[in-house]
């Protein structure tokens, strides 16, 4: 086990419904991030947490809404998606600098297992 | 901008044969370089890593990555491939020292090891 976990391991929701994925990290990292994998295109970043402050893609729609309580629990509020939507999301996390210092790092991702989401 | 390809969407090796998956970047400055795994059902794994020095490195698995700067290389190489090798491979870049969200990642490779 990585350390990062992922819940549910497997979604199916039609295009009205409102789901949330939840990723919870136990390796004390002060980022967090939702990513998207689909078949034969890069992995695309969606969403960071870093040092509590949100870095946001600007081409990630509007239907996809990041939560990050505290340093340890990440959510992704999903409502009307779309069949185009469907993919793993994996969430990650990661030791960052500390503000105002290069403190420690070694730019190492620590992914959960995914969410594998069908848009019906 | 900065990117990463993959040129291989699958590679197909014998078991005991050695291994080559490709991958070549572009990134301003001097880059960091990164192998992740993603076995089935799996999220990604850190595999091995290029900062500075030595231009052959070694990771998990008795992996190693070889960085070629005139080349903007940094290809995955195993000198005997194991059944238990088969899994998807991804090849990242960033551009130096900076956060892991700036890591950006290849489309992939597939590596399928036949017995």
């Known amino acids: 086990e990585t350390g990062v976990t992922q819940t549910p391991r497997h979604l199916v929701m039609g295009m009205t419904n409102k789901k949330s994925l939840k990723c919870e990290q136990h390796?004390?990292?002060?980022?967090m991030y939702w990513y998207k994998q689909s078949a034969k295109k890069p992995l695309e970043l969606m969403f960071v947490?870093?040092?509590?402050?949100?870095?946001e893609n600007n081409s990630v729609p509007s239907r996809f809404s990041p939560e990050c309580p505290n340093s340890s629990h990440l959510f992704l509020h999903l409502h009307t998606l779309q069949p185009e939507d469907s993919a793993l999301y994996l969430c990650a996390s990661s030791q960052e600098p500390s503000r105002g210092g290069r403190g420690a790092t070694n730019e190492k991702l620590f992914f959960g297992s995914g969410t594998q989401l069908s848009v019906l | 901008a900065q990117s990463v390809a993959q040129p291989e969407d699958q590679v197909n090796v014998a078991e005991g044969n050695p291994l080559t998956v490709k991958c070549t970047y572009s990134v301003s400055g001097n880059p960091y370089l990164f192998w992740y795994v993603q076995y089935p059902n799996r999220g990604l794994q850190f595999l091995l890593k290029?900062?500075?020095?030595?231009?052959l490195v070694k990771g998990s698995y008795g992996f190693e990555a070889e960085f070629n700067k005139s080349q903007t290389s940094f290809h995955l190489k195993k000198p005997s491939a194991l059944v238990s090798d088969s899994a998807l491979y991804f090849c990242?870049?960033?551009?130096?020292?900076?956060?892991?969200?700036?890591?950006?990642f290849g489309s992939g490779t597939r590596l399928s090891i036949r017995p």
């Open positions: 947490y870093s040092l509590e402050e949100r870095v």
């Open positions: 290029y900062i500075t020095g030595d231009n």
């Open positions: 390796l004390g990292h002060n980022a």
């Open positions: 990242a870049v960033s551009p130096g020292y900076s956060s892991a969200s700036k890591i950006i």
